[in-house]
């Protein structure tokens, strides 16, 4: 009875999360200590016997295909209690369950509704559907840890069962690359060359060296009297504010986000690392996950501009760099954030 009031509590608590951030898409391997609550009574196939709980362990393997879907295949090693009534003893019995699984990620997050089938083979084979919740826990970028808890249908007798389940699992993911910083080039330097001969366009070179004839007189040039170019540090900034516990792009950025992604086609060769902000109400290993939430939703607008995917790295910082450290409604408004600048090289012509 307490295990069936412990999976409609996680289930509420699934139901009324907030929107959390995506997973990568990938293979995970996982292995869990698992408990079965049965109560099958007088079993056909051995006149007399109860089969009570079990207690056992498991392993699984997983593939996470985007945000929100995930299947998985397991199988668990089952030590049951039972009492035959005839014989007037209690003894274990070993099983096995096969089974597969899809998992629904609520809002993309650690929260999570299964179903499945299983066949749970104890004395004979019986098949059973199943539907519960879980929570996933990310310990290290690969390492994560998860506890759920499900109701067995039973097809074949009509059993009605509860069981749980607490694993740990190896994500096989990839990180982020990190940004490439791009270093200014060094300013060329002008050579002044006096005029010892005719100059046609007047720009200080004698024609009998000029390579470039009839430069306007507004640029300064080089030895052989060509226009001279240097390189100059252009920047295009972002700043998206956000509602508390929110993460969703208001509609008044969305030129600010077009603005930046023009900048990004005019300059092929930068990327934009996108760090998201929360203020420091809440707790911060929630903050942190919501401020990546917040930069991973301004990178998709950017995609949709046309950006590709690789150029645009995103990170949470949660509460880490407040913008403003007062206790005040409006340094908590102006905490909540995502910001962004992006740096290139533009070669422009000196002017004399």
Known sequence: MKLKSLTIAIA??????????????????GAFGDYYDASWKNMREQAGL??????????????????????????ADLDFNAHDKVLNN????????????????????PFYGLFGLKDIDVVDDNTFVNAGVGYRHFVTDNFFVNAETSVYQGLDKGYTDVGAKLGINYFFGQK??????VEPAPEPEIVPVPVTSVDTDKD?????????????????VDSDGCTLYEDTEVTVSLLVTFPNNDSSVSNQYLNDIDAVASFLNDHPDTTVLLEGHTSEVGKASYNKWLSKK?????????IADGIAEDRITTA???EERLKNPANTAEAHAENRRVEAKVKSIKRVKVLR
């Open 176 to 181: 982020s690359a990190p940004v490439a910083v």
């Open 204 to 220: 200080s070179i004698p024609d009998i060296d000029d390579k470039c004839a009839n430069t306007p007189m507004t640029d300064a």
């Open 316 to 318: 949470g910082l949660g």
């Open 50 to 75: 109860d089969v009570n709980e079990s207690t056992g362990w498991g392993a699984e393997l997983g593939y996470r295909f985007n945000d929100y879907w995930s299947a998985r295949l397991e199988y």
């Open 294 to 302: 917040r930069a991973d939703a301004v990178a998709k607008k950017l």
């Open 90 to 109: 209690r003894n274990d019995i070993d099983g096995e369950r096969y089974g597969i699984d899809a998992l629904y990620h609520f809002g993309g997050g």
């Open 12 to 29: 509420l608590a699934a139901t009324s999360a907030s929107t959390f951030a995506a997973e990568q898409e990938g293979f995970y391997i």
